[in-house]
């Protein structure tokens, strides 16, 4: 025990020291943790990677992708008979197996691009190294395998959902697309051989001008097949590879000369050529064959517009991309009809348009006019400033009056169309001139259907679509004249009307309120004439007389027209307004004109037309089956008595479509239903058609309502639009290869509860001498009658 006098140890008392650590063993111990913790991370990386862990790193190709890769793929479009019209892609490609390629292709691209590639499995270490030491001295140089190469291009690694959040990362986001391209050459290599990745590498790659895959760069580079492909073509090709547009062998021949020497002696070094052979064809020229395809080739046509936007909408909803999904889309369309519509066509307008411009240039005018055949002062000044043309000059010459109307009358080689020679031809002309030009020629729209399938035979929209890409079958819309008459009589027949009921041809005048406003209206007949006839339905239908439509207009009421005319087919807005049979109510296109009418020949079944019957994918399955959607609208006795009054127009005196009588169309008791139609001051032809086989709607007339024939009877429905009718079914009649034939309509199945044989007059059968009357403008009919040139028709007698 301590004395008293000894201190208590303190509490506080220094504890022993430990030895210090010296700074190089903590900063080692940091290092190797560090390398621990990188080694970690790189070993873990491909699993990162693969899995795309915390979406950092973008998704990889599962293993359905790498088992069934997607390779972007043209869609293509074929006719109704079997006929491939065009494709459309964004990457034109077109598979084709290695059996099919020249083996010189495989021999330049494995000499110039992985030499070793038949010795690794999808990585080329050696490669690898080589192309860092080329960095470090600033030399660049791929290291990149083919199977790599394969990866990149076939999954798109370094886009899109790809990239994942740290592929924004520069430096950082060439790693991981590298990791990728790695993991998945070496996936690759596992589940193909060698010469399947060779094939769909070749099938894959883009060798310049949009051209990709072998198939579509051989015949666009050198007018050829892959398995025809010379070794010096197959090295130009090859050499295109590593920069497209630099080794462009049609703009950048020279660049591409030299790559293609490059190539040769690459081939010669790894033993595939001898030296003689890599100096004799190096020796020789390019001799570029060269022929571009579009992103839509084809011939050029307006109803390919229609297919682009139906299939489009289609694929949007179902998960489809028609630019590269390599989709087969079967159209309704009938190339051996749609080439003897488009000859009708082009062969009226041609003619129709000496005869206009005739017409004009006898006037000594330009075809603008007004009510009274005045030229409209300022008319092309003041349409080019509704052109985008003149809105992008104006904007950029903002503030400079002069120096836009200097830009706007400026003249330089313009190629412009024309009806001579191959359609086109070259002409110095300013922006003003070129409009003033394109404004004198007629227009024309012609679409016919199969009314009891809807499918669409035919659709020319237009003169040519090179130079004039407005489609006047679905986009323009314009007044129907008296071809718009047939859905007052459709309104009658349904309300309990019957053709042989009549009605007096006299001057009516028709009182109606507007705007809470009592307004009237007196209907002039074509020849400002009234006969005094108390005429059948079926009589003043055929003869297009103005004064009994619009009796029965008001009669059955002009709100009532516009609900059947929506019945049978027309969709657009139409006006309740007292003149609407005389097509004033709205304008209307040749499309639904043409769906309307059908709903006659298809016993009051409206079918919803139809462009396009299925779709197919790249490998034969179809996808989608589209099949006619009718419904009911009118009863089918009325349907059936519509065709009947239809074919007034040929069968009663004075009947509007008596000028088929000149065609050869009357075989095997042929029966046609017509009506044509012409706007006020002649703006405006149709023709409306109707057989036992198709329904054919065709309009004629100006870009614009105030060019047209001025009192000229050159300008009736009749005159401009039925030929273009006629023509065509002459020609589809004498096609032994088509499946359409002269012949009656079907029978009504059952009995016709109302009185509709009522021929005017004893008469058996029509006259091809009649007089043709039709539109509400004014016919120089009298003139014709007083000069002798035609006689006075029985029909156009006192009764």
């Known amino acids: 025990m301590p004395s008293a006098d000894t201190p208590p140890k303190s509490s506080s008392s220094p504890k022993p020291s430990r030895p210090r650590r010296s700074w190089p063993n903590r900063l080692s111990r940091v290092l190797w943790a560090g390398f621990a913790a990188a080694a970690g991370f790189f070993l873990l990386l491909p699993i990162l990677v693969s899995t795309n862990f915390l979406f950092l790193f973008g998704k990889s190709p599962g293993l359905e992708e790498l088992e069934n890769p997607r390779v972007e793929q043209p869609s293509e479009l074929y006719t109704a008979d079997g006929v491939l019209i065009g494709r459309y892609y964004r990457e034109n490609r077109v598979p084709v197996p290695l059996s099919g390629m020249s083996p010189m292709l495989i021999k330049a691209l494995v000499a110039t691009e992985d030499v070793r590639y038949y010795e690794h499995a999808g990585i080329d270490p050696e490669a690898m190294v080589g192309a860092v030491y080329a960095a470090l001295r600033g030399d660049k140089r791929g290291g990149s395998t083919i199977t790599q190469q394969l990866a990149k291009n076939l999954y798109k690694t370094r886009r899109g959902e790809t990239r994942g959040l740290l592929g924004h990362v520069p430096v950082v986001s060439t790693l991981i697309a590298k990791m990728k391209e790695w993991l998945t050459a070496v996936e690759l290599e596992r589940r193909y051989t060698k010469e399947e990745i060779l094939r769909m590498y070749l099938n894959t790659v883009d060798y310049g001008s949009n051209a990709f895959g072998i198939k579509v760069a051989a015949k666009t580079f050198f007018s050829t097949s892959p398995d025809s492909l010379t070794t010096e073509q197959a090295a130009t090709l090859i050499g295109a590879l590593n920069a497209p547009t630099t080794y462009n062998p049609r703009f950048r021949p020279e660049a591409s000369r030299k790559r293609r020497n490059l190539v040769l002696e690459r081939m010669g070094q790894a033993g595939f050529l001898t030296e003689a052979e890599v100096a004799a064809l190096q020796a020789k020229p390019l001799e570029v064959k060269y022929q571009v395809e579009k992103h839509v080739d084809g011939p050029e046509t307006y109803f390919r517009g229609a297919v682009s936007s139906f299939v489009n909408r289609w ?16 159209t309704t369309i009938d190339s051996r009809v749609q080439e003897h519509a488009e000859a009708a066509v082009q062969k009226r307008m041609k003619q129709l348009q000496q005869q206009f411009d005739r017409f004009w240039r006898n006037r000594d005018s330009n075809p603008w006019v007004d009510e009274d055949g005045k030229e409209i002062p300022g008319f092309i000044e003041t349409q080019m ?50 409009l003033a030009y394109y404004k004198h020629f007629l227009h024309a729209g012609m679409m016919s259907m199969d009314p009891y399938t809807g499918h669409i035979k035919a659709w020319v929209g237009g003169l040519n679509y090179r130079f004039f890409q407005y489609d006047h079958v679905k986009q323009g819309r314009r007044q129907a004249g008296s071809t ?4 007052v009589y459709l309104t009658a027949i349904d309300k309990g009307y019957a053709p042989c009921d009549r009605i007096r041809d006299e001057r009516v005048t028709i009182n109606y309120v507007e705007n809470g406003k009592p307004m ?27 004064s009994v439509t619009a009796q029965l207009t008001e009669r059955v009421g002009w709100g009532e027209v516009a609900k059947y005319a929506n019945r049978v087919g027309i969709r657009s ?12 109510g709205g304008d209307v296109s040749v499309y639904e004109m043409v769906n309307a009418y059908s709903t006659f020949a298809n016993g009051g079944f409206r079918t919803e037309p139809l462009i396009v019957t299925r779709i197919e994918d790249r490998n034969g399955n179809v996808i989608k089956q589209f099949d006619p959607v009718q419904k009911r609208v009118i009863p089918a006795e009325t349907a059936w008595l519509m065709l009947y009054m239809l074919r007034g127009g040929m069968d009663e005196p004075g009947g509007t479509s008596q000028a088929l009588w000149e ?35 065709v309009w004629v007339g100006g870009e614009d309502r105030s060019i047209h024939f001025f009192r000229s009877q050159q300008g009736e429905g009749g005159r401009m639009a039925l ?20 012949g009656p309509f079907p029978k009504y199945p059952g009995k016709i509860s109302k009185k509709y044989i009522c021929y005017t007059e004893d008469y058996t059968r029509p006259r091809r001498e009649a007089v043709q009357i039709d539109s509400i403008a004014v016919d120089n009919l009298l003139e014709r009658i007083n000069s002798g040139e035609v006689a006075v028709p029985d029909s156009l007698q006192a009764p």
């Open 484 to 487: 718009f008459k047939p859905f």
């Open 385 to 434: 400033k509704r052109t985008d043309q003149y809105k992008r000059l104006a904007a950029r010459y903002q503030g400079q009056p002069a120096r836009l109307d200097s830009a706007l009358n400026a003249k330089r080689p313009m190629k412009v169309f024309t009806w001579k020679g191959d359609g086109d031809t070259t002409l110095l002309l300013s922006p003003l001139d070129s």
């Open 520 to 546: 009237q209206w007196q209907p002039d007949n074509v020849t400002r004439e009234y006969t005094g006839m108390n005429m059948t339905l079926r009589h003043a239908m055929a003869r297009s007389v103005n």
């Open 315 to 330: 694929c949007e909803k179902n998960g489809y991309d028609m630019y590269r999904d390599g989709l087969r889309i079967y």
């Open 573 to 584: 807005p139409l006006l309740s307004v007292p003149s609407i049979g005389l097509g004033s």
């Open 723 to 742: 030929p273009v009718f006629g023509m065509y079914m002459e020609k589809l009649y004498q096609d032994r290869n088509l499946d359409i034939t002269p």
């Open 663 to 697: 065609y050869e169309l009357w075989r095997n008791n042929n029966q046609i239903g017509g009506k044509t139609g012409t706007t006020s001051n002649y703006s405006d032809g149709w023709y409306m058609g109707v057989t036992k086989d198709l329904v054919t709607g």
